[in-house]
């Protein structure tokens, strides 16, 4: 009669409900982003907010003094490819050895006018949406920075040129 006992005990005991999800923060633009160059490829009709920033940017290294592309040997260049589409806009990032792929949720920009704030669920972990900036540092030279995505400055494959690509050693090949 004691187990009895306790799987009724068992049963009565009432268990918590699941936490419910976590909201997306609030992004409460304060004025509208100054329009900007368009990056992306002028074929491709505008599809929102995101269409000042589309392409691919590579991040940049300082090397004696200056800012260069930094070609690694055994990982890739970090990157961060931004393709909007009306169908549902698309972010990459790629850290070198890892790739997440963002789908944004909430685009909205940023209370100082310069970039936007991203609401957005990694590819791996759709349950668990994140937000990031996609900051410009420098609109004219095509600079711009990805807090809470991927650290340091990235350039805009339009102005990519401009900026040295360097071996990080001898032995890489050819960037």
């Known amino acids: 009669m004691p187990l009895l006992a306790l799987l009724l005990l068992a049963c009565s005991v009432d268990i918590a409900p699941a936490p419910a999800p976590v909201p997306a923060p609030e992004v ?19 599809t929102g907010p995101l269409d000042a920033m589309a392409g691919t940017w590579e991040q940049l290294h300082q090397q004696d003094g200056g800012w260069v592309v930094m070609y690694w040997c055994h990982a890739g260049t970090a990157t961060v490819r931004i393709d909007p589409d009306p169908a549902g806009t698309k972010i990459v990032a790629n850290s070198g050895q890892d790739a997440d792929l963002f789908v944004p949720s909430r685009i909205a920009p940023l209370s100082d006018g310069d970039g936007l704030g991203i609401y957005a669920a990694p590819s791996h972990a759709p349950e668990n949406p994140v937000g990031f900036e996609l900051r410009w540092e420098d609109r004219d030279a095509g600079i711009a920075t990805f807090p809470g995505l991927l650290p340091g ?12 690509r360097v071996n990080e050693s001898e032995d890489c090949g050819t960037p």
């Open 28 to 46: 409460v633009p304060s004025a509208p982003v100054a329009p900007g160059p368009v990056l992306g490829n002028a074929d491709d009709p505008p």
């Open 153 to 164: 400055r990235f350039v805009h494959e339009s102005h990519a040129s401009e900026f040295p």
